[in-house]
């Protein structure tokens, strides 16, 4: 293997927020804050360079324009779907749509700043 993800860095209006959200969904700790309002979360016995990758919520004033290139795809590793989508629901994700047909098998949520998300009907192992 030549490269893994190691971070997916997020721009965004209010990092303290949303690391607070994605904190929520995926079950990460805060790890760090740098000097440009940045703060990384990841798993709470592993960090960076784990077997998942970090986030890193970023700063910034720019809109968003468009629809995103890249999204985030989570799996429920406890309960099933249904569970899964009251959870996040409670944590403050809303439903998105995206042109979905409604014969998908995962279900398309935004984070409180408007970012899509899907979540997958397959359990997963927790790591």
């Known amino acids: 293997m030549a490269c893994r993800i190691s971070e ?3 721009d965004c209006a209010d990092p303290e927020r ?3 959200f ?3 969904v995926l079950g990460y700790v805060e790890l760090g804050r740098e000097e440009d309002g940045s703060i990384e979360i990841g798993p709470p016995e592993a960090g960076f360079g784990g077997p998942q990758p970090t986030l890193i919520l970023s700063p910034s004033d720019d809109p968003r324009t468009g629809k995103l290139r890249l999204h985030i795809d989570v799996s429920p ?3 099933d779907q249904a569970a899964e989508w009251e959870r996040l ?4 994700a809303v439903p998105a749509d995206i042109g979905q047909t409604g014969t998908e098998r995962w279900h398309v949520l935004a984070d409180p700043e408007g970012n ?3 979540l997958l009907r ?3 192992a927790a790591v």
């Open 8 to 10: 997916l860095v997020i």
């Open 18 to 20: 949303l690391a607070g």
């Open 22 to 24: 994605w904190s929520g």
């Open 77 to 79: 590793t406890d309960r």
């Open 89 to 92: 629901r409670a944590l403050g």
């Open 116 to 118: 899509e998300f899907c």
């Open 122 to 124: 397959t359990r997963i």
